[in-house]
T-cell receptor, first 113, second 111 residues
């Protein structure tokens, strides 16, 4: 099976700084990875995804990096804003099908004004 | 476009009672799934379905039943609720390849 873990349960950053949230996975057969953002009282929302044939993918103010050698991925948020405060989850899947995602425990990002 | 709709949002049950959490999606997604979320833990997969008439177990299926009679609906049944089933439940759907679309969650407390 797969286990997914985030390195820090809580991350506090200053508004305007860049944030980096890290995640490790265990199953080398995992080939699809996704980051979700969950605000208080709401369901998780898609941020960005990446497949194993890529090392990096960029979105709007977010970048995901994948290192398959050490089974590690990270989410970078540029110019962090108060609206970025939330819990962030990484998830991994062996086949790209959404229903087989294994989620990590989540990192709470707190943005200080 | 409503997306994924879950009802009820809140429910309190006594041990041994039964109930059904409803989930409906209007995106014509084939894949639907149920997760539970407990404090300090990630979402854990309970059951999933790859299409109408097809369901399968996830990581933590014990104590829960599902059925998929239509593409739109994927109800989760608790036949005899236990305090260990106190959790927040999320239903999600997916077109099959790519992201899951989640509902807003159903918070269940079993006394």
């Amino acid at each position: 099976g797969e286990s997914v873990g985030l390195h820090l349960p809580t991350l506090s950053v200053q508004e305007g700084d860049n944030s980096i949230i890290n995640c490790a996975y265990s199953n080398s057969a995992s080939d699809y990875f996704i980051w979700y953002k969950q605000e208080s009282g709401k369901g998780p929302q898609f941020i960005i995804d990446i497949r194993s044939n890529m090392d990096k993918r960029q979105g709007q103010r977010v970048t995901v990096l994948l290192n398959k050698t050490v089974k590690h991925l990270s989410l970078q948020i540029a110019a962090t804003q108060p609206g970025d405060s939330a819990v962030y989850f990484c998830a991994a899947s062996p086949g790209g099908a959404g229903n087989m995602l294994t989620f990590g425990g989540g990192t709470r990002l707190m943005v200080k004004p | 476009n409503a997306g994924v709709t879950q009802t009820p949002k809140f429910q309190v049950l006594k041990t041994g009672q039964s109930m059904t959490l409803q989930c409906a999606q209007d995106m014509n997604h084939e894949y639907m799934s149920w997760y539970r979320q407990d404090p300090g833990m990630g979402l854990r997969l309970i059951h999933y379905s790859v299409g109408a008439g097809i369901t399968d177990q996830g990581e933590v299926p014990n104590g829960y039943n599902v059925s998929r009679s239509t593409t739109e609906d994927f109800p989760l049944r608790l036949l005899s609720a236990a305090p260990s089933q106190t959790s927040v439940y999320f239903c999600a759907s997916s077109p099959g390849i790519g992201e899951l679309f989640f509902g807003e969650g159903s918070r269940l407390t079993v006394l």
